[in-house]
């Protein structure tokens, strides 16, 4: 249980393209999603928090005019990169916790792996 | 400032315990979670630990000790698939998660 599904898994694209990632919870009710980034050899950095139907919650220093984080429903949240650049290359993860209480552990996408030209 | 310590990178052999300490400084504490990340791959799910003591999960344990702000994960009976990353996770008082940067584990014949 607690399937997490993050897609696409790979993108190679060109500067200035728009990218939208997706992170599904397959077979429960995410209440709270997040998402981060993954530099080489680097420890995960959350970029924002996200719970159905309301605005994410972006950490420091990241730009919600570029990220663009949409949680329309119970199992859905998106990730657009508006505008990429090569300094965006990176592996964006998703995970999602299946209940409110913040003991629960997270269930993490498979991540995708960004490459801008 | 919140700060998460675990080493950089440690090597065992095949078959073999190794224990990878984490300490950690951070506004209040709601649980400390060990994950495990294979490269290129999301992390996984290994332990979670609120209270002092040792949780046992088959070969893998961990343990916590809140008033020293430190816990080890104990990995026995080594294989060479636990060549990974080991990821060591405190929740403060915000319920935010707090990660260190991570021990890369390799294991050898």
């Known amino acids: 249980g607690a399937v997490v599904s993050q897609h696409p898994s790979w993108v190679i694209c060109k500067s200035g393209t728009s990218v939208k990632i997706e992170c599904r919870s397959l077979?429960?009710?995410?209440?709270?999603m997040f998402w981060y980034r993954q530099f080489p050899k680097q420890s995960l950095m959350l970029m924002a928090t996200?719970?159905?139907?309301?605005?994410?919650?972006?950490e420091q220093g990241v730009e919600k005019d570029k990220f663009l984080i949409n949680h329309a429903s119970l199992t859905l949240s998106t990730l657009t990169v508006t505008s990429a650049h090569p300094e965006d290359s990176s592996f964006y993860i998703c995970s999602a916790r299946d209940h409110p209480d913040g003991w629960r552990p997270q269930h993490f996408g498979d991540g995708t792996r960004l490459s801008i030209l | 400032g919140q700060n998460i310590d675990q080493p950089t990178e440690m090597t065992a052999t095949e078959g073999a315990i190794v224990q990878i300490n984490c300490t950690y400084q951070t506004s209040g504490f709601n649980g400390l979670f060990w994950y495990q990340q294979h490269a290129g791959e999301a992390p996984t799910f290994l332990s979670y630990?609120?209270l002092d003591g040792l949780e046992e999960k088959g070969r893998f344990s961990s343990f916590l000790s809140r008033s020293k702000g430190y816990s080890y994960l104990l990995l026995k009976e080594l294989q060479m698939k636990d060549s990974a990353s080991y990821l060591c996770a405190v929740r403060d008082s915000n319920y935010q998660l707090i990660w260190g940067a991570g021990t890369k584990l390799i294991i050898k014949p």
């Open positions: 077979d429960f009710q995410a209440t709270t």
């Open positions: 996200s719970n159905e139907g309301s605005k994410a919650t972006y």
């Open positions: 630990n609120v």
